[in-house]
T-cell receptor, first 117, second 114 residues
């Protein structure tokens, strides 16, 4: 069963505005981690931000922040002050902590973000 | 540090041919894994390794073999290429344990099977 859902195949945002990329997940493990990766047109996977299930505060990394709502099982990525270089595919991923899954990242299908000048 | 390196970057195979995708990391990471990326499907785990001599299957292992004789190298072998294996392949590595240990990805290998 799919464990990560990204419902927005594509999104547009105006340069300098904020944008939220949605991610919901499903797990029965109380301990897990959520990741966001950026994939520009060049193809490499770039780690953006991490949120642990027991973290008390929402993660932030520069212009990236994670809106973590544990009860709703959502982990939305917020990009503030969008730049043209933010145009890329964005993937949400989850890693559970129990032994057989701790090495696996389960990915969503991604959201393609296009920043308009 | 080179991080995670993959060769080749591009490859075209004919149906039935075999080949090996190379992956190496210089960060002394315990965990290494192979993913494939198909359009609209995100990344899916093919095989993984938790250390030298230890490998196991991921979500989509059929048609692929792996081995891990050293900490640094984790090659992926296509035994008899099929058009369904046309994809972009990523190798990744990370430190052992869980938590916020992030995966480092290689640049990818774009494989086309005709």
């Amino acid at each position: 069963a799919q464990k990560i859902t990204q419902t927005q195949p594509g999104m547009f945002v105006q340069e300098k505005e904020a944008v939220t990329l949605d991610c919901t997940y499903d797990t029965s493990d109380p301990s897990y981690g959520l990741f966001w990766y950026k994939q520009p047109s060049s193809g490499e996977m770039i780690f953006l931000i991490y949120q642990g299930s027991y973290d008390q505060q929402n993660a932030t990394e520069g212009r990236y922040s994670l809106n973590f709502q544990k009860a709703r099982k959502s982990a939305n990525l917020v990009i503030s002050a969008s730049q043209l270089g933010d145009s890329a595919m964005y993937f949400c991923a989850m890693r559970e902590s129990w032994m057989d899954s701790s090495y696996k990242l389960i990915f969503g299908s991604g959201t393609r973000l296009l920043v308009r000048p | 540090n080179a991080g995670v390196t993959q060769t080749p970057k591009f490859q075209v195979l004919k149906t039935g041919q075999s080949m090996t995708l190379q992956c190496a990391q210089d960060m002394n990471h315990e965990y290494m894994s192979w993913y494939r990326q198909d359009p609209g499907m995100g990344l899916r785990l093919i095989h993984y390794s938790v250390g030298a001599g230890i490998t196991d299957q991921g979500e989509v292992p059929n048609g692929y073999n792996v081995s891990r004789s050293t900490t640094e190298d984790f090659p992926l072998r296509l035994l008899s290429a099929a058009p369904s294996q046309t994809s972009v392949y990523f190798c990744a590595s990370r430190m052992g344990g869980g938590g916020r240990s992030e995966q480092y990805f290689g640049p990818g290998t774009r494989l086309t099977v005709t």
